[in-house]
Every structure is written in C-alpha cells, then in structure tokens.
C-alpha cells in the first residue's frame, strides 16, 4: 500500500490542472503547450518547476511510480451541495467529467471613454460580456449537469476613461457526456465569433487544457457503496464535476474509485470551506473499510 501527495492538482497558477497525476500516468504530452504557460506575473512554468528541482521534460518520467499498480482509492470532500441537500454524509463517485478550458482573446480598439460614440465603439469587454452571459444559456441548453463558467478576465488598458482594447477570458465547460461536451464547446465558439462580429472585434482561442470523462471502476463502486453503507447506512452514487487526481490515474488503466464526504454550505474553494468533524470520522472509517474490501478483493 502507498500513500501519495500529488502536485498541482487545481492549475490554478498556471491554468493547467492535474499536473502530477498526469505525470505519473503517462498521459501528460502537452509539453510545448506547458512550456509556452506564464502566471500572472510573466512567469513561466518551466521555471517554475526548476526552482522546486523538477525538469519539465523529465516529469513524464514519474510514470514508473504506477508501474503494477493495482488499485487506486481516494477520499474527497464533494465541494457541492448534493450530499448535504439529500442529508448524507458520504456519497460513492461515479467518475469525473471531461473538461475544455480555453483562453479567448478579444481584441478592438482602445478610444477615449468620453469623445467615442457609443455606436463608434470597438469595446472588447462587450464582446467578452456577451459570451460570459450566453455560457449559462448554453449549459442549461445542454443540461445533464453541464457546467460553463468563465472565471477570469483582463481587460486591458485597464483604465476608466479608456473604452478596453484587450479582454481575455478564461473560459471552462464541463460534462460527463463527450459528446455533450464537445457541442458546448462547439456553441461557445460560435458564439464569441458572433459578438465579435456584433462589436467589431477579433476573437482568438488558444486551448489551455482537456480531458475527456472518465468513468471509474464499477467493481470498486460496489465495493465503495459496501463501505459506505456499513458505516452510514445509506450510500448514493454521483458524478464529480470538481478535477481529481483519480480521473488521471484511471486513465492510465488503474481499477479507480472514489469517496465523497459532505460539504457544508456545499461551498469550496473559499474560505467557508468546511467539513462536520463526525463526517470527517465516518469518511476515514469508510476509506479504510473500502482499502480493507480492496486488498481482500486483489488478493483472494
């Protein structure tokens, strides 16, 4: 049995998320891509990694850590409302849905905010406003659990007696469906380039990362549902909009599982963030029954 830390699982700095499990599972191919990601300070990746002592090229080298591994389990907190709204405290994870982030660049004029007609205007902030809005029209279009949210956006020059020359928005779509998925991206790049047309701007979309839903191991689920129930006495099974680490190692062929506890509030990602501690009880014992059921089922 091995205990692991994966690193950067969120992306958050450099908008590239799973980025040691990807390592580790040998699916990690986007090299160039990352070596081209900066922060919001100019910095980019590879320096980044080199000053912790990772080389960029060398991390897909992390990939003997899987070598006959068997089984994979992980115990999360569900970082959503659905647990709490149904009063469970654990829950057993279906799988992860796939995701399309894309970074999209809209470029007009900068005029000044107040010698330009309205009607005269290049606002490259209009655009981007529009497709912020039309993202939700396109998930409840989708349904299913679809998910669009842009969750960054610059505007440059940046100033208020400037109309915006520059926005760039960070745009990511989620599903469990591939199909699904890939008509919503397909919707949302329709879309800017019509309200790029509408405020006389250029759009440009430059990916920034992908993958595809992955569904876990159905034996193990059984064997989750098993743990859960002993220790709770209900158990519910739900797909995981949130990234996980898991989602890479299954990919790599890995028998995957994973457990949800409860989110208060269903919030994370904030500092309201929290877990009953009895959930947190119940979570480890449920983790540790399930290891148990794992290891008796690959050994017996």
């Known amino acids: 049995m091995r205990l692991v830390n994966w690193a950067d699982e969120e992306g958050a700095r450099f908008g590239r998320s799973l980025f040691g499990s990807s390592a580790?599972?040998?699916?990690?191919?986007?090299?160039?891509?990352?070596?081209?990601?900066?922060?919001?300070?100019?910095?980019?990746?590879?320096?980044?990694?080199?000053?912790?002592?990772?080389?960029?090229?060398?991390?897909?080298?992390?990939?003997?850590?899987?070598?006959?591994?068997?089984?994979?389990?992980?115990?999360?907190?569900?970082?959503?409302?659905?647990?709490?709204?149904?009063?469970?405290?654990?829950?057993?994870?279906?799988?992860?849905?796939?995701?399309?982030?894309?970074?999209?660049?809209?470029?007009?004029?900068?005029?000044?905010?107040?010698?330009?007609?309205?009607?005269?205007?290049?606002?490259?902030?209009?655009?981007?406003?529009?497709?912020?809005?039309?993202?939700?029209?396109?998930?409840?279009?989708?349904g299913d659990g679809a998910v669009c949210t842009m969750g960054s956006?610059?505007?440059?020059?940046?100033?208020?007696?400037?109309?915006?020359?520059?926005?760039?928005?960070?745009?990511?779509?989620?599903?469990?469906?591939?199909?699904?998925?890939?008509?919503?991206?397909?919707?949302?790049?329709?879309?800017?380039?019509?309200?790029?047309?509408?405020?006389?701007?250029?759009?440009?979309?430059?990916?920034?990362?992908?993958?595809e839903p992955i569904l876990f191991d159905t034996e193990l689920i059984e064997l989750a549902d098993e743990a859960v129930r002993e220790v709770a006495g209900q158990s519910h099974r739900l797909p995981s909009g949130p990234l996980h680490d898991a989602a890479e190692v299954a990919r790599a062929g890995i028998p995957t599982v994973m457990l949800f506890v409860q989110s208060l509030r269903g919030l994370s990602h904030t500092k309201l963030e929290d877990t009953k501690p009895e959930h947190l009880e119940q979570s480890v014992e449920a983790l540790d029954r399930l290891a148990t059921k794992t290891i008796a089922r690959l050994t017996g």
């Open 24 to 142: 580790a599972a040998g699916s990690m191919s986007d090299q160039e891509e990352l070596r081209a990601r900066r922060d919001a300070d100019g910095n980019p990746l590879p320096d980044a990694l080199a000053r912790h002592g990772v080389d960029l090229d060398g991390a897909i080298g992390a990939r003997r850590q899987l070598e006959n591994a068997a089984a994979y389990i992980e115990l999360h907190i569900e970082q959503g409302p659905v647990l709490e709204a149904m009063d469970l405290p654990l829950g057993v994870v279906l799988g992860t849905f796939g995701v399309e982030r894309h970074q999209i660049t809209f470029r007009g004029q900068a005029a000044h905010a107040g010698s330009t007609p309205m009607n005269k205007r290049r606002d490259a902030l209009a655009a981007a406003a529009k497709l912020a809005l039309e993202i939700r029209e396109i998930a409840k279009r989708t």
């Open 153 to 211: 956006c610059v505007t440059r020059p940046g100033i208020v007696t400037s109309v915006v020359e520059t926005c760039i928005v960070l745009l990511d779509q989620r599903h469990l469906d591939a199909v699904k998925l890939a008509g919503m991206l397909g919707e949302a790049r329709e879309a800017s380039e019509r309200f790029g047309v509408e405020e006389d701007v250029e759009v440009e979309w430059e990916k920034v990362w992908s993958i």
